[in-house]
């Protein structure tokens, strides 16, 4: 596996990411470190650093790098936006930068930092058509999206550290303040009269202001899921969190669950920015994405040489990248997932199901046995372990406990999906069921990783249903034991079932 760190220096905070990866095959994060370092403080209309967060930012940069190379990463990208790029004396930057390290640091324009957050985005959630920002510390990028290309963008300087510094003067913020704040986010916006809810068209959008808003709304909910990654925020709750933000000072700020001390003076004006950019666009939810700016910068390096660097199937490619990572038995997992999704189609008569649960049930065949990596004892709960903390790219936070449930059901018992009540649908549980018992039947006919059963069959008016084993060796094994696991099955159709083999 090859290691890259990718680096961005913001206007409020240094993020680094390492991933590991095999060029074009897999790739997993290995890594995570951000500073706020504040490099835009201080600077106002005259676009001068100051000397202290300059230091800050070249120290950040410095101790990547030292983590870079003392953990065998074998190649850096770093990168700075906003706050270098509009600055008078950059000068003072790149020297202070140069005496410290060796990085190759590259300024990003307005445009190139839109793209790879659109790219980091675009790779990471299922959004076809519609509208992908990026609320930093100094400015805030739009981006128009059509059938996943980017059709055009747009920057404005409306970022949380640089509206809180012009705009918040007052603690808690004064009616005043908040009339200045919430006038420059609807100037800032003024232009964008493209950005505009619609059929079809959706909203996402990156950034530290959003991550903090999600852990906070899902702190007040108890959300079961620890993924910020594929939430849903509601225009409504973002308003409601500008009005309890407005209603306390700092120090209150902080004791409110989900809101990191260091962030607890710029939310406000960045939840404001959101508020305004929703507004104005008519946007009643956005999708929050986990991925931006660093993950486009990965996903050029490891997707080249296509252009543009964007998966024609995230989900399919995730998922196989999660197979890949974990050694699965790639013939073995093809077999379960070729019995199960005949079992599926077979019965479409009797489940009513369609295609969205037909490609989880093959996707869950593909991961079934990763968990026996961390052991095999109990390796169907492992896997559902991996699921859950995965990088799955395009799945709704439902499509994730729905595939965490699939595997861990593969083996014996059934997941309790009581405390995912509020993410799943009514009818999930039995859904669930059907396509484990499903699973689970495939999984017992290959019980042997031989591949000795080569088709089944089965009638889905009949009762019992009798599924009949076409083999092409010896398959007394896998019948026997897939008689005993059908007690699932019978369970989930109402029907009791036989396996039998096919007459010879």
């Known amino acids: 596996m090859h290691k890259i760190g990718v680096i961005d220096l913001g206007s409020n905070t240094t993020r680094l990411i390492v991933m590991s990866y095999e060029l074009g095959r897999c790739f997993r994060l290995t890594d995570e470190v951000s500073e706020t370092v504040r490099l835009a403080e201080g600077v106002g209309d005259s676009r001068t650093l100051q000397a202290r967060p300059i230091y800050r930012a070249v120290e950040a940069l410095s101790m990547f790098e030292r983590f870079c190379r003392n953990t065998g990463v074998e190649q850096i990208i770093a990168v700075g936006t906003s706050a270098i790029r509009e600055a008078k004396n950059q000068e003072a930057f790149w020297q202070a930068l140069r005496r410290a390290t060796s990085l190759d640091l590259r300024i990003i324009s307005a445009e190139e930092e839109a793209y790879f957050g659109y790219l980091g985005t675009i790779n990471a959630l299922a959004i076809s058509d519609g509208f992908v920002f990026d609320t930093g510390g100094g400015s805030t990028q739009v981006c128009a999206v059509r059938n996943r290309r980017l059709?055009?963008?747009?920057?404005?300087?409306?970022?949380?550290?640089?509206?809180?510094?012009?705009?918040?003067?007052s603690d808690p913020i004064s009616k005043s303040d908040m009339r200045n704040l919430r006038d420059g986010a609807r100037r800032a916006f003024a232009d964008l009269a493209w950005v505009r809810a619609g059929a079809g068209l959706q909203l996402a959008g990156m950034g530290g202001t959003l991550r903090t808003l999600t852990r906070i709304d899902q702190k007040q909910r108890n959300y079961p899921l620890d993924r910020i990654h594929g939430y849903v925020l509601s225009r409504a709750t973002i308003s409601g969190m500008v009005e309890q933000l407005a209603g306390r000072s700092r120090r209150e700020r902080e004791s409110i669950p989900g809101l990191k001390s260091d962030r607890a003076d710029v939310t406000l004006a960045g939840a404001v920015i959101v508020d305004q950019l929703m507004e104005q666009g008519g946007f009643s939810e956005l999708l929050v994405s986990g991925q931006g700016v660093r993950e486009g910068l990965f996903y050029q390096h490891f997707l080249s040489p296509t252009d543009p660097p964007i998966f024609s199937d995230q989900r399919a490619f995730s998922v196989l990248s999660l197979a890949r990572l974990h050694d699965y038995e790639q013939n073995h997992c093809a077999r379960v997932a070729e019995l199960c999704l005949s079992l599926f189609d077979q019965l479409a008569p009797l489940h009513l199901y369609g295609a969205w649960e037909r490609e989880l049930l093959g996707y869950a065949a593909l991961i079934h046995d990763i968990g026996v990596q961390v052991g095999y004892y109990d390796h169907h709960?492992?896997?559902?372990?991996?699921?859950?903390?995965?990088?799955?790219?395009?799945?709704?936070h439902r499509e994730i406990v729905i595939l965490a449930s699939l595997v861990r059901n593969h083996r014996k018992g059934q997941a309790d999906l009581s405390e995912f009540a509020q993410i799943l649908q009514p009818d999930d549980e039995l859904r669930i069921a059907r396509l484990s018992a499903l699973l689970r039947i495939a999984e017992y006919l290959e019980r042997s990783k031989s591949q000795v059963v080569r088709a089944i069959r089965v009638n889905p008016t009949d009762d019992p249903l009798r599924i009949v084993v076409h083999a092409d060796g010896d398959s007394t094994v896998e019948i026997w034991d897939a008689n005993r696991r059908a007690g699932l099955m019978k369970k989930a159709f109402g029907r009791s079932v036989e396996i039998i083999a096919a007459p010879r």
């Open 151 to 169: 059709l055009r963008n747009f920057s404005a300087q409306a970022g949380v550290l640089r509206f809180t510094e012009r705009y918040v003067t």
């Open 381 to 396: 709960k492992h896997s559902a372990y991996l699921v859950f903390n995965a990088t799955l790219l395009g799945f709704s």
